[in-house]
């Protein structure tokens, strides 16, 4: 059974950092599944963030949002089963509950590293960590 838990939400003010971390069990992050970062707003449409896929050896290939790119860095630690998303300099219109997730197969972006993301494709859901960011 796959399971997704996310953790490292909070309260910070803009220009701070966050670290979130997805701990995954029931399968093995490997080059078989593409973990991606939602985040949602109360109202609002669950947004991709970033998306990260185990290729070749140790290289994996990620892909962002826009409006997170230079800012946000997703990894992924295959041997603690743990997917992270490093978040720098925030902004007020980054709260919102992030949510990890999974998928079988690979992500898909352009070779700018923009992410072609769809909550749709997304099997496995973890239950959300709020990110609070004030002015």
């Known amino acids: 059974q796959v399971q997704l838990v996310e953790s490292g939400g909070g309260s910070v003010q803009t220009g701070g950092s966050l670290r979130l971390s997805c701990a995954a069990s029931g399968f093995t992050l490997s080059r078989h599944y593409c973990m991606g970062w939602f985040r949602q707003v109360s109202g609002k449409e669950r947004e991709g963030v970033a998306a990260?896929?185990?290729?070749?050896?140790?290289?994996?290939?990620?892909y962002y949002a826009d409006s997170v790119k230079g800012r946000f860095t997703i990894s992924q630690d295959n041997d603690n089963h743990t997917v992270y998303l490093q978040m720098h300099s925030l902004k007020p219109e980054d709260t919102a509950k992030y949510y990890c997730?999974?998928?079988?197969?690979?992500?898909?972006?352009?070779?700018?590293?923009?992410?072609?993301?769809?909550?749709?494709?997304?099997?496995?859901w973890g239950q959300g960590t709020q990110v609070a960011v004030s002015s």
């Open positions: 997730a999974a998928v079988g197969g690979r992500c898909y972006g352009d070779h700018a590293g923009s992410w072609f993301a769809s909550s749709t494709d997304f099997d496995y």
């Open positions: 990260a896929y185990a290729a070749l050896g140790t290289t994996y290939l990620s």
